[in-house]
């Protein structure tokens, strides 16, 4: 009687681990594989391909290679907490300050935007900013500005553009923490005396630092990889490393110096995701639990 | 500070003149688009020189209407038809993820259940590229062994198919986990106690109980699916996906059909979003009856 049971049990497993199992090396584990064996493969003066470093040393000898590496991890940071300084106010302000009667309908706008698709969102900024825009009509019309300015294609575009479509990204994992803090807690250090900057620090922070690490998290690596915003929005000069690894993919076709640039992305993106989890003591499978 | 607590003026004019101001951000350029989509020029800029519906429905040279436009049209139905694809394998892989992750025991499974996660956390960028080198390794060897040519390992739709549910079925996990650690198991105990196997009892109790959550994520893949852009531009070949095509035709400079495009891809989405909100209004208001 138990022997059958547990053989049932085996069989069931089966079920539902190959599917995972060929889903997760076939489409995901093998793929990466591949992608790393590829950075170390070049091609010689005599077409003979072998092992090689070349791939990395040529993104550390071309400086327009390394710093746009360097240019978009930085900017990925500033894009970060700029989101972080506007999502904990709004998402205080849909779990905490707004009626409940209003905070539904609230949330919903704040989600249609999110679910727009983030090249019809860079299609209204760009609508406005050029320089035939229609902030630029409107103020050359009654006579503000003499001439049209084009506010598009240089850096502080792009990083509006790049906030404005990952905002989103960090507000609704904040609000799901932050929709789980007991508002007693906060009107307890009211009545204790506690000014607003201890209810954050002691209360409001602590409770929602695995929302804040799950739209941080989330926000950088869509920053990192990042390439609709970057390509429409930046000028000649705004270069963003995902449209190296698509010039050497799509452009150049050398796939091997390509992968490699891909594995230095993976890398830094993986490892700041790593230390920023370290340094708050989070857990990826808690934090990512927030997300949903 | 909060609601129940009492606050200065200014501390609430000031709070809600940020968020009127925050939403007017991000509301702007979305009717900016929509008031393009409506002008009567053949650029999507002002001057306004009149209303016009060409944009959707006009047939005439240099004004071709959404409705009208093989293109886009043409973009769209690839779009639904990845989505459809996808929808379909992240619903059926995920919910398999689901039940294993939650009710079954097994050798490495904190590697497994990292290894699952992974994909959320690494760039879609990367997972075009090596989704695309992967298959065309497999494509190339099976070849020069075998001399079968694997078409479908060269970029096409099967190829942005497998890249796109690489990640989206995390997220279809996830969902369906959350609904799944709800799940009161004595119910399926009873079940078993009644004489029925592992498979009747998923089939008539514990699916019909996660039944909302896997709609809810299938509609998520979806969306994800139709609007993913970064892992598909590596995969697609010259059947492209809409983003791809709205991509090109921003970057080229287009005529307001880009705008009518975005016009309605928003209100789809604002009526899915208010039908939402509307139903979890109503149920809301019967648990408050209670």
Redesign the interface.
């Known amino acids: 009687m138990m022997n059958s049971k547990r053989s049932?049990?085996r069989?069931?497993?089966l079920?539902?681990?190959i599917?995972?199992f060929l889903?997760?090396t076939l489409?995901?584990?093998?793929?990466?594989v591949?992608?790393i064996r590829?950075s170390f493969i070049g091609t010689d003066y005599y077409g003979q391909s072998g092992a090689t470093l070349g791939n990395y040393t040529v993104f550390f000898h071309e400086p327009i290679y390394w710093l746009t590496f360097t240019r978009t991890v930085g900017y990925s940071f500033v894009v970060t907490f700029v989101c972080l300084l506007?999502g904990l106010?709004?998402s205080f302000?849909i779990t905490?300050?707004?009626?409940?009667r209003l905070k539904?309908?609230i949330m919903?706008?704040i989600?249609?935007?999110f679910?727009?698709?983030?090249?019809?969102?860079?299609?209204?900024?760009?609508?406005?900013l050029?320089e035939?825009?229609?902030i630029n009509?409107?103020l050359v019309g009654i006579g503000i500005w003499k001439q049209p300015i084009e506010m598009l294609y240089n850096d502080v575009s792009m990083v509006m553009g790049i906030v404005?479509t990952a905002t989103l990204f960090m507000i609704v994992p904040i609000v799901g923490v932050m929709d789980s803090l007991d508002?007693s807690l906060?009107?307890a250090a009211?009545d204790l005396g506690a000014n607003?900057l201890i209810?954050w620090w002691k209360i409001i922070f602590p409770h929602c630092m695995p929302g804040i690490m799950s739209g941080c998290?989330?926000v950088f690596?869509?920053v990192?990889?990042?390439?609709?915003t970057p390509?429409?929005m930046g000028g000649k000069y705004s270069l963003w490393f995902?449209q190296q690894?698509?010039n050497q993919?799509?452009a150049y076709v050398n796939?091997n110096r390509?992968?490699a640039f891909?594995f230095l992305?993976?890398t830094i993106?993986?490892l700041v995701?790593w230390s920023a989890l370290k340094l708050t003591g989070q857990k990826?499978?808690r934090v990512?639990?927030v997300?949903? | 500070?909060?609601?129940?607590?009492p606050s200065s003026k200014t501390y609430k004019i000031g709070?809600n003149a940020?968020?009127i101001f925050?939403?007017a951000?991000?509301?702007?350029?979305?009717v900016?688009?929509g008031l393009?989509a409506f002008n009567n020029s053949k650029?999507?800029?002002?001057?306004w020189r009149g209303f016009t519906l060409d944009w959707f429905f006009g047939k005439s040279f240099g004004m071709t209407g959404i409705f009208h436009d093989a293109r886009n049209l043409k973009g769209v139905f690839v779009s639904i038809k990845v989505g459809l694809w996808v929808t379909l394998f992240t619903t059926?892989?995920g919910t398999?993820?689901a039940?294993?992750f939650e009710h079954?025991e097994?050798r490495f499974k904190n590697f497994?259940?990292?290894?699952?996660?992974?994909?959320?956390?690494?760039?879609?960028?990367?997972?075009g590229?090596?989704?695309?080198?992967?298959?065309t390794?497999v494509g190339t060897l099976v070849e020069k062994t075998i001399g079968i040519d694997l078409r479908f390992l060269s970029p096409g739709l099967f190829l942005v198919v497998?890249?796109q549910?690489?990640f989206i079925?995390t997220?279809v996990t996830?969902?369906i986990i959350?609904k799944l650690k709800k799940f009161d198991r004595s119910l399926e105990e009873a079940a078993y106690n009644l004489g029925a196997?592992?498979?009747e009892v998923?089939w008539h109790i514990t699916i019909p109980f996660l039944r909302p959550a896997i709609i809810g994520a299938a509609a998520v893949a979806f969306?994800l699916s139709?609007?993913n852009?970064?892992t598909t531009?590596?995969l697609t070949s010259s059947e492209a996906t809409l983003?791809i095509i709205?991509?090109t035709q921003?970057?080229d400079g287009s005529t307001p059909v880009?705008?009518a495009v975005?016009v309605v891809?928003?209100t789809c989405?604002?009526t899915?979003?208010?039908v939402?909100?509307l139903v979890?209004?109503k149920k809301?208001k019967k648990s408050e009856g209670r």
Do not use: Q
């Not at chain 1, 090249?119 to 760009?126: E, H």
């Not at chain 1, 990192?224 to 609709?228: A, D, Q, S």
């Open positions: 049932k049990i069989w069931s497993f079920v539902f681990f599917p995972v889903w997760l489409l995901f584990l093998l793929p990466n591949e992608l590829l506007i106010p709004v302000y905490k300050v707004v009626g409940l539904g309908l919903t706008l989600l249609v935007p679910w727009v698709s983030e090249i019809v969102r860079v299609y209204g900024m760009i609508l406005l050029r035939t825009g229609i009509r409107i404005y508002d906060i009107e009211h607003k209810i998290i989330v690596m869509l990192l990889g990042n390439y609709i390509s429409l995902t690894i698509y993919f799509i796939w390509g992968a891909g992305l993976l993106s993986s995701i990826l499978s990512s639990g997300v949903k | 500070m909060i609601r129940t607590l709070f940020f968020m925050y939403f951000l991000v509301f702007i350029p979305l900016a688009i393009l650029f999507p800029s002002l001057p059926i892989v398999c993820a039940f294993l079954e097994f497994f259940y990292s290894l699952m996660i992974a994909p959320l956390v690494v760039p879609g960028v990367i997972i590229i090596s989704i695309l080198s992967f298959a390794t497998c890249g549910s690489s079925t997220f996830l969902v959350a196997n592992r498979f998923i969306l139709f609007e852009f970064n531009m590596f983003p709205l991509f921003i970057k880009v705008n975005s891809l928003i989405i604002s899915i979003a208010l939402n909100f979890a209004l809301s």
